[in-house]
């Protein structure tokens, strides 16, 4: 009887911790990462960069034979990357080829309210919708995916998701590595879970952070190798999976330069050896290869990540290799990286008109769940606030802001690391985290449309954890936003 308990307990304390997952040093890497091809444009008569991009489901062969239903942008998983210039105007046509409606939100972006792609700009299957704007922000590593409300999670985790890059004047002059898919690389990471040839994931929202998986890929490629030839290598990491962290540094501890944050350069290189990313998240590294080597990009257990059984939940302390990149017998050499890269377009918080609180639940923002009906922040366009988020919620959250890029001014009181220094739309709190955010909204003022603020992990995001904030014109009181409300 003592062993049939003690068997039963094992195995319910298996299954309910879950065991570590590793892939490091399981596999070998042996297929050719994918780099998303730069999407097609053309220009129009009054000199707006057009873009065309549709929503389709399809099959992607993730391993050999094996068809795995899957959506993408263009083709069959993920989605092509759009680049444009600061200063420049765009406007992208998607189709929704979906037979579910979904929508297309630019994760970084400073654009109206009604140009977002949130839950209330949503296109029905066989529909379209053309939003345009006029960039107007820093060279920055953006990223698009849809956000309908209440299945952000199950259509970012079917494929769709993209990259957007931003060039500007100072990011075209910089002696940074800045060929596309050759010194210069997107990194799309995606955690992942299958079930036969099909994707699971469905069946397993059972972790409170939401979905986890056991493998991890790179734009789309599994166990993926990249050959360079380049002594500097610059990757543009995004985190794009639905719930887990990562940190990613190389198994030889070699420091790499962080010189980019999710929206642009840093004043200065910062060297590191590790860089941690929450989903949603973006950094750009510059890492020094030497010829002839192999070195896994890895991520590594988190030693931030929170008490025992958090670290358990939410994946802390599980490890992956992620990409091998193979340096050439003879590299090309490259300049040195310059020692000033940007200067920081984000408000330092000393001209805040005023400031307000955000308490993370997994219930929801402020005791709150989110109702697209209902206004949660009203802000004034051309001032700055300051914004405290809280997460003492026993689980790790991050923070997602629309529209704009801030400036964390304070991590439990004390001046945040270099990794949060540069311009940032998202930021991870381990729980018994609070931060201190400074934000500008430079409009334009749009009282009957909101924008979104929530937490990233998109299962908290689909369950609520998501408010609303418009920008007015001083004195202009916030509107009912119309049309739409509840859950879909
Ligand atoms: Cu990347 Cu509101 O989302
Ligand atoms: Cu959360």
């Not at 005791?367 to 988020?389: I, K, S």
Request: contains cysteine; aromatic residues 8%.
């Amino acid at each position: 009887v003592t062993v049939l308990v003690l068997a039963v307990g094992g195995l319910f304390a298996w299954l309910w911790t879950g065991a570590d997952v590793s892939t490091v040093g399981k596999a070998s890497f042996d297929n050719a990462l994918a780099i998303p091809p730069l999407a097609e444009s053309s220009v129009d008569k009054d000199g707006t960069r057009v873009f065309d991009l549709r929503m389709r489901a399809g099959e992607t062969e993730f391993e050999d034979g094996l068809r795995t239903p899957t959506w993408g942008f263009n083709g069959s998983y993920l989605g092509p990357t759009l680049r444009a210039a600061r200063g420049e105007k765009v406007r992208v046509r998607i189709e929704n080829g979906l037979d579910e409606a979904s929508s297309v939100h630019w994760h970084g972006m400073h654009l109206p309210a009604r140009m977002d792609g949130g839950p209330h700009q949503m296109i029905e299957p066989g529909g379209t919708w053309t939003p345009h704007w006029t960039v107007d922000q820093p060279a920055a590593t953006l990223w698009y995916h849809p956000h309908p409300h209440g299945a952000t999670e199950r259509h970012v985790r079917r494929g769709l998701a993209g990259m957007f890059i931003l060039d500007d004047d100072r990011s075209e002059e910089l002696a940074l590595p800045k060929r596309y898919g050759v010194d210069d690389l997107p990194v799309i990471v995606q955690d992942m879970r299958f079930d036969g040839a099909r994707l699971d994931g469905e069946r397993r929202i059972m972790q409170n952070v939401g979905f986890l998986g056991d493998r991890t890929m790179v734009n789309g490629t599994l166990r993926p190798y990249r050959d360079v030839a380049d002594e500097l290598i610059r990757l543009r990491l995004l985190n794009a999976s639905t719930a887990r962290t990562y940190a990613f540094g190389f198994p030889d501890g070699r420091s790499f330069s962080l010189t980019a944050t999710d929206g642009g350069l840093l004043e200065r290189p910062a060297p590191m050896d590790r860089v941690q990313l929450s989903p949603g998240e973006r950094a750009e590294i510059v890492v020094r290869m030497r010829a002839g080597e192999r070195v896994m990009l890895r991520s590594f257990p988190q030693d931030n990540y929170g008490d025992g059984w958090q670290r358990r939940f939410g994946g802390g302390d599980d490890s992956f290799d992620v990409l091998e990149l193979r340096a050439a017998g003879e590299l090309r050499p490259s300049p040195d990286l310059p020692a000033a890269l940007g200067e920081l377009e984000t408000p330092d918080g000393t001209d805040a008109v005023r400031g307000r609180h955000f308490d993370l639940k997994r219930s929801g923002v402020n005791g709150r769940a989110m109702d697209l009906g209902r206004v949660d922040e009203t802000v004034t366009r051309g001032t700055t606030e300051v914004w405290t988020v809280r997460n003492g919620n026993g689980m790790p959250h991050n923070f997602h802001v629309h529209d704009v890029q801030f400036r964390v001014l304070e991590v439990n009181g004390e001046i945040p690391p270099a990794a949060l220094r540069g311009p940032k739309d998202t930021v991870f709190l381990p729980n018994g985290t609070t931060m201190r955010l400074a934000l500008r909204f430079s409009g334009p003022a749009d009282p009957a449309t909101p924008y979104m603020y929530h937490c990233h992990l998109l299962y908290h995001e689909d369950e609520g954890m998501m408010g609303q904030f418009v920008v007015v014109e001083k004195g202009q009181q916030a509107q009912a936003p119309s049309g739409q409300s509840g859950r879909p």
